[in-house]
């Protein structure tokens, strides 16, 4: 089944300490992106990536960051948490060139 | 200025109701068209795409009107199952998406 998978799905964490959230797609697409999302200000893109080391900032990329060593996991690195960041995140992955776009369950993450 | 202007809503319409929602964007140099829906705590899925010459898909038409730069999605004879937020797309170019803010759409039985 064509999928993309995120982990954890909910995080309650504390300001400061480090977390990744991962993200894996199985259907060999190129491109590859982050988005938070929160009440009144819909999706906003924090990080995407056209390709394997190839990575971009989005609208919205302080106080993260991502890499993209395989073609299939995207993780994204919350290096020192703060409350602010307490979103909605989820990825998202699409053939280059298309907005046709699949999108990970989403995780819920709180920073207290 | 956003990118992409949507009205919030919420619509609530009967069964059976037609409704339109319209969204408007800002670069005019964009490429691509799309509406997503999005149901409660769930991540959005890819609704349809919007051509230039407008498409339908059952109960569903969306239209997309480059001179106003508006794009607009149609859905005939709601269903309870309709109820969900639509999310209208814009692609500026290299995969590079920007999202409205979602019109919330609820059908009442």
């Known amino acids: 089944e064509a999928q993309v998978t995120q982990n954890p799905r909910y995080l309650i964490t504390v300001t400061g300490k480090k977390l990744t959230v991962t993200c894996s797609q199985n259907?060999?697409?190129?491109?590859m992106s982050w988005y938070r999302q929160d009440p009144g200000l819909g999706l906003r893109q924090i990080y995407y990536?056209?390709?394997?080391?190839?990575?971009d900032k989005g609208d919205v990329p302080e106080g993260y960051k991502v890499s993209r060593k395989e073609k299939r996991n995207f993780p994204l690195i919350l290096e020192s948490p703060s409350p602010n960041q307490t979103s909605l995140y989820f990825c998202?992955?699409?053939?280059?060139?298309?907005?046709?776009?699949?999108f990970g369950p989403g995780t819920r993450l709180t920073v207290t | 200025r956003k990118e992409v202007e949507q009205d919030p809503g919420p619509f609530n319409v009967p069964e059976g109701a037609t409704v339109a929602f319209n969204c408007t964007y800002s670069?005019?140099?964009?490429?691509?068209f799309f509406w997503y829906r999005q149901d409660c705590r769930k991540e959005p899925k890819l609704l349809m795409s919007?051509?230039?010459s407008g498409n339908e898909d059952g109960r569903f038409t969306a239209q997309l009107n480059r001179a106003s730069q508006y794009i607009s999605l149609l859905i005939r004879d709601s269903k309870l199952s309709d109820s969900a937020t639509y999310l209208c797309?814009?692609?500026?170019?290299?995969?590079?998406?920007?999202f409205g803010t979602g019109t919330r759409l609820t059908v009442i039985p």
């Open positions: 998202a992955s699409s053939l280059v060139g298309t907005g046709e776009q699949y």
């Open positions: 259907m060999n697409h190129e491109y």
């Open positions: 990536s056209m390709n394997v080391e190839v990575t």
């Open positions: 670069n005019s140099a964009s490429q691509s």
């Open positions: 919007v051509y230039s």
């Open positions: 797309v814009v692609n500026a170019g290299a995969n590079n998406l920007f």
